[in-house]
C-alpha cells in the first residue's frame, strides 16, 4: 500500500504520479469500507470542495474513520468561508511585510500560488509556509498588496485543473518534496478571536442539548476560533465579558433564560434565543394567531377561555387536545375524549392560565422536526411518539417519562412541502435558529408548533450532518459578531 493516496475527481485524468503514491477516485474512497493503513496519509485534489460538495464529503469521512486527510473538512470552511478566516490574516499580514521590507528592485507580484507550502518566490517562502500552516490546503492563492507596508487581501484554494502550466510545475515539485517526508500538521497557536457563552443547567432533566452536544460544539469552535465556554445563571453580571450568547436551557418569559436574553440585548451581543423569539414561541396563544394570520397550514384552533371552554366540543369534536399555552416539552398538554373530561381538564388548566388552547387531535406515527437557522433549513428530524402514547414525550408520575424514537435524514430527503411549511411559520417569528413541528397528513401538511429553543442533541439532531451542525451555528454567530 502507498504511503500517500491522492483523492481526485477521476484518476485517469491525474498527470502526477510518483513513486509511494496511489491514486483514488472519490467515489471509490467514499464507498470504501475496507479501513486504510494508520501510515496512509491522504490528499484531497478533488475539483468540488464547497460545503457538502463531493470533496467535502471525502474530507468529513476521513475524520469520521480516523485517517488523515489534507485538507481536513475544518480547514475547507476555514478557507472557504471569508468571513471567518479574515481573522488569520494578521499573521500572513506580518509574513509579508517581513517579506516586504527585505525586497529589492520590483515588489512581488500578486497573487501567489503556493502549493504544499512551496511558492516560486524565494522571497515570500516565509508567507507561503505559514498561509500553508494556517490552512492546510494542497493548493492555496493569496492575494495581497504592496501599498501601506503590505497586506494581505484574501486566500483561495484554487482547482488543479484551473493552474496553467507555470503553476502546474510548481505543484509537481511541491507534491515530490511533501511526498518524500510528510510534514506533520500543526495546531493553530493564535489565540481564539471569539469568546461565545453557552448559558446551560447541568442538573436540567430535560435540557436542549446533552452534555455530548456541547462538548462538540466546543472541539468545533476550536477550528472556527470561537472559544466556547459553558455558563450558568449565576454568571449573569458577567456577560458583558463574552461576544455572544447561545442560550442551550429551556427558556420560558418568567425565567432567568429570559434576563439573559435581554441583557445581551441591552449589550448588542448576538444572542440565540433573542428575546424577542422567547417571546413569541413561548405562548402557543401567540402562536396560533400568528399562524392564522399568515396562512400557516395548522390543525384547527380555538382559544378558549371560562366562558367560552364548551365551544371546543362543538366546533372541533372529539378527541381533541387541550393546550397551556407556555408549556413546553409536552407538558402541560392533555387529551380530551369526552365532554367530561373537555370541563374537568379545561377548568384545571384555566386555573394557570387566562387562556388556553383547543385543538383538532391529528393522529400521526411521527412529527416533522425542521430545524431552521437565519432562515434556512438546517436539519430534518422525525420525532416518533412513545411508545403506547400519542405523543412524543410521555411524563410518568412520578417525574420520569419516556420518549419516542428519532430518524434524522437530509434536509433535501424531507418532503418539499413540510420544509415549506416549516419556513413559512418561523419567518414572522425572526432569524433565530427554530425547531418547527409539522404533522404530514391526508389533508397536507400541518404545523404544530415553532421551538425558539429546539433540542440539539449529539446523536440525534446532528446524526447526518455531525460537526458540520456545530459549525454551521458558529459561524452563523461569527456573521452576527463580525456584522455588528
Not at 177 to 195: D, E, G, V
Not at 260 to 269: D, P, S, V
Not at 273 to 285: G, Q, Y
Not at 327 to 355: N, Y
Request: hydrophobic share 45%; aromatic share 8%; charged share 30%.
Amino acid at each position: 500500500m502507498a504511503d500517500h493516496i491522492i483523492i481526485v475527481d477521476d484518476p485517469a485524468r491525474f498527470d502526477f504520479p510518483g513513486p509511494g503514491r496511489r491514486v483514488l477516485s472519490a467515489r471509490d474512497y467514499i464507498a470504501r469500507t475496507k479501513r486504510l493503513p494508520k501510515r496512509a496519509r491522504l490528499i484531497n485534489l478533488c475539483a468540488d470542495a464547497q460545503y457538502l460538495g463531493l470533496g467535502y464529503y471525502c474530507s468529513l469521512m476521513a475524520e469520521a474513520r480516523g485517517e488523515r486527510m489534507l485538507p481536513s473538512a475544518d480547514a475547507m470552511l476555514w478557507v472557504g468561508w471569508k468571513r471567518i478566516y479574515a481573522r488569520a490574516l494578521g499573521d500572513l499580514d506580518a509574513a509579508l511585510r517581513k517579506a516586504l521590507k527585505r525586497a529589492k528592485g520590483e515588489p512581488p507580484a500578486s497573487p501567489l500560488l503556493i502549493c504544499f507550502g512551496a511558492c516560486d518566490d524565494p522571497s515570500l517562502a516565509a508567507l507561503a509556509r505559514a498561509a500553508f500552516d494556517a490552512f492546510r490546503c494542497p493548493i492555496l492563492s493569496v492575494r495581497f498588496t504592496t501599498e501601506a507596508g503590505g497586506r494581505v487581501l484574501d486566500v483561495d484554494a484554487p482547482k488543479l485543473k484551473k493552474l496553467d502550466e507555470t503553476g502546474r510545475a510548481l505543484f509537481a515539485r511541491a507534491l515530490d518534496r511533501y511526498t518524500r517526508r510528510a510534514r506533520p500538521t500543526p495546531q493553530l497557536a493564535s489565540p481564539p478571536r471569539y469568546a461565545l457563552a453557552v448559558l446551560h443547567d447541568p442538573k436540567e432533566a430535560m435540557p436542549p442539548s446533552n452534555k455530548r452536544a456541547l462538548e462538540r460544539l466546543a472541539k468545533a469552535g476550536q477550528a472556527l476560533s470561537v472559544k466556547v465556554e459553558l455558563i450558568t445563571r449565576k454568571d449573569l453580571p458577567r456577560l458583558a465579558e463574552y461576544d455572544a450568547l447561545f442560550i442551550r436551557e429551556t427558556t420560558n418569559l418568567d425565567h432567568h433564560t429570559y434576563r439573559f436574553a435581554k441583557r445581551a440585548e441591552a449589550e448588542g451581543m448576538p444572542c440565540i434565543d433573542d428575546a424577542t423569539s422567547i417571546l413569541r414561541c413561548c405562548n402557543k396563544v401567540y402562536l396560533a394567531e400568528l399562524f392564522r394570520t399568515n396562512g400557516v397550514p395548522a390543525p384547527r384552533t380555538l382559544v378558549l377561555d371560562r366562558a367560552t371552554l364548551s365551544r371546543a366540543a362543538a366546533e372541533i369534536g372529539f378527541p381533541l387536545v387541550l393546550k397551556i399555552p407556555d408549556s413546553s416539552f409536552s407538558r402541560g398538554v392533555k387529551k380530551a375524549r369526552t365532554p367530561d373530561e373537555l370541563e374537568d381538564i379545561g377548568r384545571a388548566m384555566l386555573k394557570e392560565s387566562d387562556l388556553i388552547l383547543a385543538q383538532e387531535y391529528v393522529e400521526t406515527e411521527y412529527d416533522w422536526r425542521i430545524g431552521i437557522l437565519n432562515g434556512a433549513p438546517l436539519y430534518a428530524s422525525k420525532y416518533f411518539m412513545a411508545a403506547g402514547h400519542w405523543q412524543i414525550v410521555k411524563h410518568e408520575a412520578d417525574g420520569g417519562h419516556d420518549e419516542g424514537l428519532f430518524e434524522t435524514v437530509p434536509i433535501e430527503d424531507a418532503p418539499a412541502d413540510i420544509v415549506d411549511a416549516a419556513l413559512l411559520a418561523a419567518r414572522p417569528i425572526g432569524n433565530g435558529l427554530y425547531g418547527v413541528d409539522v404533522k404530514q397528513t391526508a389533508r397536507g401538511p400541518m404545523v404544530v408548533e415553532v421551538n425558539d429553543n429546539p433540542s440539539l442533541d449529539a446523536g440525534v439532531e446532528d446524526k447526518v450532518l455531525k460537526d458540520a451542525l456545530w459549525r454551521a451555528i458558529l459561524a452563523e454567530f461569527v456573521r452576527r459578531i463580525e456584522a455588528r
